[in-house]
């Protein structure tokens, strides 16, 4: 006979939850707004929410300080794509709000950051 734990417990990993569990079964973000380098910052963090599940709790907590996309995926250990969409929900809820970092308001590239790169280039 087998143990029931088996098949959604790992003794090394712990519970496993399928990502199709966290996103609700999506897959694909809808907000081409958010990239890795968006800005995420906490709006009503106290404020009661219709999401329930812990990443959303964990992103709204992370986010109490300005943080990147890409920051919170790492520190969630979870996919960007899923983080994505999970973050896009805390937007259309008013709990977070995104801000492009400052360097993608225009789209002139920054010349002294592409000399910094070339010299640090050269020097290796």
């Known amino acids: ?3 029931e ?3 959604w417990y790992e003794d090394e990993a712990g519970p496993l ?3 199709y569990a966290v996103t609700g ?11 890795l380098t968006t800005l995420l910052v906490g709006t009503r963090s106290g404020a009661g929410s219709r999401l329930l599940a812990p990443e959303y709790t964990a992103i709204v907590d992370l986010c109490r300080t300005p943080l990147s996309v890409a920051e ?3 520190h969630l250990h979870l996919p960007l794509t899923s983080t994505k ?7 259309d809820e008013g709990r977070l709000r995104a801000n492009p970092p400052r360097n993608q308001m225009s789209t002139a590239p920054d010349l002294d950051v ?3 790169v070339l010299a640090g280039i050269k020097r290796s």
């Open 114 to 116: 592409l000399r910094a």
């Open 25 to 35: 079964g999506r897959s694909k973000a809808q907000r081409p707004d958010l990239d």
């Open 85 to 91: 969409l999970l973050i896009g929900d805390l937007i």
């Open 5 to 7: 734990r088996e098949h």
């Open 17 to 19: 939850v399928r990502l």
């Open 1 to 3: 006979m087998s143990d």
């Open 72 to 74: 919170v995926a790492a």
